[in-house]
């Protein structure tokens, strides 16, 4: 089995011709050597931020033993099917590979895509009032843009992707989908395993036997509704799953109260709480954003704050395709392409080179752009690319109004 040894992201790594040190920057802990086997061993290292070896060699194993109870690098099983990770500390990498492509040299850059969301139908019967709302906020079905994605370009999808990387499949309705089975084994017949299924309430019933073979982590999204916490209350059994996940849409406090205090409490805890911006500023500055006071709460760490200046982190890496065929770097931007005009690494090459979404940082908004602690502050997020508020940290609760300073 291959394995890699990361480097952990608060750590710093230097190497000489012969000598390195790896200091930890949380604790000051530092490991030093001049043994020129160690140093040969870890000369790739400084490049890539993780070397692949097949085993350990004898020499090595006290050393690296060292660094992993130091919390410098960890070992992770490898497989070339790997996404980056982008925590796993490829800064570096990134920026080499940013050089490469403006050299117009070739890089690998579907290792990048960590995420897909696939909308395969906008079938649906429900009519609910976020339809056209929360899927720009957080993961949701929708049918916004109309269609049907057919198994023909699934399949396409599918033999352009990683193997690792995360497939979330959502409607509309996907059990609409008439090929709804035959895609999903597909996926596990190419060991495509990192899926999860994103399913309505009331269909969790006719798709439980086929959904409880699977490995899929399933998303049952759920209104905060009375009607339907009892019907699921009822319904309990077909919902205690350990892969099952029930998403509430909330708005505000009493939505809240009304699902912890009467949804049956065996099932509550596979609760998840998506929270739904929509002119309620107050409950957002309160459940969701940071203010300045919070920003100190927790030491931060260079790399993290280097990370911060480059990349959006709840961005990078991630796509959407919906039905129509439309590709989206983030559901509030609009197409990329569609399937027809540009493969899936195209896509993600000219992402890399132009820098409009992954990269979408505190510097490059108004007015975060301006404030001191642009680069300690948490990246923008969906609900502020959605909500046009990027400075939700000027909303005073007690006024309930928005202030400059
Ligand atoms: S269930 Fe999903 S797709 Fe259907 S109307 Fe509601 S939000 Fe839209
Ligand atoms: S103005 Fe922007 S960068 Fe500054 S604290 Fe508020 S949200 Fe963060």
């Not at 117009?104 to 906008?122: A, C, E, P, Q, V």
């Not at 909330?250 to 998506?274: A, F, G, H, M, S």
């Amino acid at each position: 089995m291959k394995y890699k040894l990361v480097t952990e992201p608060y750590n710093y790594f230097n190497i000489s011709d012969k000598s390195l040190i790896f200091y930890n920057t949380l604790d000051g802990e530092k490991v030093v050597s001049s043994d020129l086997d160690i140093v040969e061993y870890f000369s790739h290292l400084k490049a890539n931020n993780f070397i692949v070896k097949d085993e350990e060699p004898e020499f090595a194993l006290d050393f690296i033993g060292e660094l992993i109870n130091k919390f410098m690098i960890s070992r992770v099983e490898f497989s070339s099917k790997t996404p980056v990770t982008f925590f796993e500390n490829n800064h570096d990498l990134i920026i080499n590979d940013l050089k490469k492509l403006k050299q117009k040299l070739t890089i690998d850059s579907l290792k990048y895509l960590k995420k897909i969301n696939l909308y395969l139908t906008s079938d649906c019967d429900h009519d609910c009032t976020y339809c056209h709302k929360a899927y720009k906020q957080f993961d949701c079905c929708t049918k916004a843009k109309k269609g049907n994605i057919d198994f023909n370009q699934f399949k396409s999808i599918i033999n352009q992707i990683y193997k690792n990387t995360e497939v979330t499949l959502f409607g509309g309705d996907i059990s609409k989908h008439k090929d709804l089975v035959k895609l999903v084994n597909y996926l596990y017949d190419n060991k495509y395993y990192n899926t999860h299924i994103s399913l309505k309430w009331d269909t969790i019933s006719e798709n439980t036997k086929f959904i409880q073979k699977l490995q899929s982590v399933i998303h049952i999204s759920v209104l905060a509704d009375s009607n339907q916490i009892q019907t699921i209350n009822k319904h309990k059994e077909l919902f205690w799953h350990p892969n099952i996940t029930l998403n509430f849409v909330i708005e505000n406090k009493d939505d809240y109260d009304l699902i912890q205090d009467n949804l049956d409490p065996t099932i509550l805890e596979q609760v998840d709480y998506q929270l739904l911006f929509n002119e309620n500023p107050g409950f957002f500055k309160e459940n969701v954003y940071t203010d300045e006071d919070d920003l100190f709460e927790q030491t931060q760490s260079v790399k993290e704050i280097r990370t911060k200046r480059l990349l959006n982190s709840n961005f990078f890496g991630r796509l959407s395709i919906f039905p129509d065929g439309s590709v989206h770097l983030n559901n509030n931007d609009n197409q990329v392409s569609t399937l027809s005009d540009k493969t899936l690494k195209q896509v993600i090459e000219e992402e890399l080179i132009t820098q409009k979404s992954w990269f979408k940082t505190r510097q490059t908004v108004e007015p975060c752009n301006k404030c001191l602690y642009h680069d300690l502050c948490p990246t923008v997020s969906t609900y502020e690319l959605f909500s046009g508020i990027n400075n939700m940290c000027h909303y005073d609760l007690d006024l309930n109004s928005w202030h400059n300073n």
